[in-house]
């Protein structure tokens, strides 16, 4: 099944406790990207990807890091969470600018 | 920069009503335009997408037209259905980044 797996589902953390939020896609898609939900601002796009290590700036990386050693990976890195973090994380890979979500990372720092 | 605008929700309707969502956008160049779909507790799904000026996308009875000359891609569907509740986002892609509207949460009551 062709799908985007996201882990974990829910993570409670404290401020400045390093996590890594780590993404995975089975559709062999160059395009992979990090979005963050927000109430009453959408999606905004924190990282994306188009390839094998070119990674680039969305929309809101400020406190965020990723990387990309492989094609089906794509984890994104909080170095020192701050509670303005605290927000709902989509990972999404794309063909032809169809995007496939994953199910959600819900986040908490506290 | 480039941005999506569309109408607040929630939009309540009865089963077999009428629906249309306003999105317009702000972009340069020539975006790619597209409809997400969001379930609760879900991440988002495609619903229907429009890469050029004039373009209708269409998916379950849904449909959008790119109108360049407005700067919008309507959301319209003839009848609704207790299942269609769900929000409802715009987005567009341009340069290989995405921007998402708000979202517009729809109720459909039976």
């Known amino acids: 099944e062709a799908q985007v797996t996201q882990n974990p589902r829910y993570l409670i953390t404290v401020t400045g406790k390093k996590l890594t939020v780590t993404c995975s896609q089975n559709m062999n898609h160059e395009y992979m990207s990090w979005y963050r939900q927000d109430p009453g601002l959408g999606l905004r796009q924190i990282y994306y990807s188009m390839n094998v290590e070119v990674t680039d700036k969305g929309d809101v990386p400020e406190g965020y890091k990723v990387s990309r050693k492989e094609k089906r990976n794509f984890p994104l890195i909080l170095e020192s969470p701050s509670p303005n973090q605290t927000s709902l994380y989509f990972c999404?890979?794309?063909?032809?600018?169809?995007?496939?979500f994953g199910p959600g990372t819900r986040l908490t720092v506290t | 920069g480039d941005s999506v605008t569309q109408m607040e929700g929630p939009v309540t309707l009865s089963e077999e009503a009428f629906l249309t969502i306003n999105c317009t956008y702000t972009?340069?160049?020539?975006?790619?335009l597209f409809w997400y779909v969001q379930y609760p507790g879900e991440g988002l799904q495609l619903l229907l997408k429009?890469?050029?000026?004039?373009d209708k996308g269409s998916n379950k009875g849904f449909e959008a037209t790119y109108r360049k000359e407005t700067t919008s891609f309507h959301l319209e569907k003839g009848s609704v259905q207790v299942s269609d509740s769900a929000v409802y986002f715009c987005?567009?892609?341009?340069?290989?980044?995405?921007?998402f509207g708000s979202g517009t949460k729809l109720n459909v009551k039976p």
């Open positions: 987005a567009l892609e341009n340069f290989n980044k995405f921007y």
């Open positions: 429009a890469t050029k000026a004039d």
């Open positions: 972009a340069t160049g020539y975006p790619s």
């Open positions: 999404a890979s794309s063909l032809r600018g169809e995007q496939y």
